[in-house]
């Protein structure tokens, strides 16, 4: 059975910064692809970042660009996402997906989610 399990969220300030792990479980970490997305009270889930299987390519939306940095260790099949500069619009549920052939930002093409860890940014 297949587990994904985020930390990390929590209350901050803006223009702090946070890192979230997802840690999984139940599957060859090396065979999928690994997705961060976030949801906000009232909106539809949304692609954050994605980082590639063999050649670890890294993909963000624009609105975390050059602020959010995904990461993976092969070894502690644990995926990270980096989150600098913190905004209170970055206040969301954090998801962490997996799939071996996602369509990289499309929600319904990931397999397998976590249960989200709560990030709030104050302003």
């Known amino acids: 059975q297949v587990h994904l399990v985020e930390s990390g969220g929590g209350l901050v300030q803006a223009g702090d910064s946070l890192r979230l792990s997802c840690a999984a479980s139940g599957l060859t970490f090396t065979r999928y692809t690994m997705g961060w997305f976030r949801q906000a009270p009232g909106k539809e889930r949304e692609f954050v970042a994605a980082?590639?299987?063999?050649?670890?390519?890294?993909y963000y939306a624009d609105s975390v660009k050059g602020r959010f940095t995904i990461s993976r260790d092969n070894a502690k099949n644990t995926v990270y996402l980096q989150m600098n500069s913190l905004k209170p619009e970055d206040t969301a549920v954090y998801y962490c997906?997996?799939?071996?052939?996602?369509?990289?930002?499309?929600?319904?093409?990931?397999?397998?989610w976590g249960q989200g860890t709560q990030v709030t940014v104050s302003s």
């Open positions: 980082i590639t299987i063999r050649t670890g390519s890294t």
């Open positions: 997906a997996a799939d071996m052939a996602p369509s990289l930002v499309v929600v319904r093409t990931y397999d397998y």
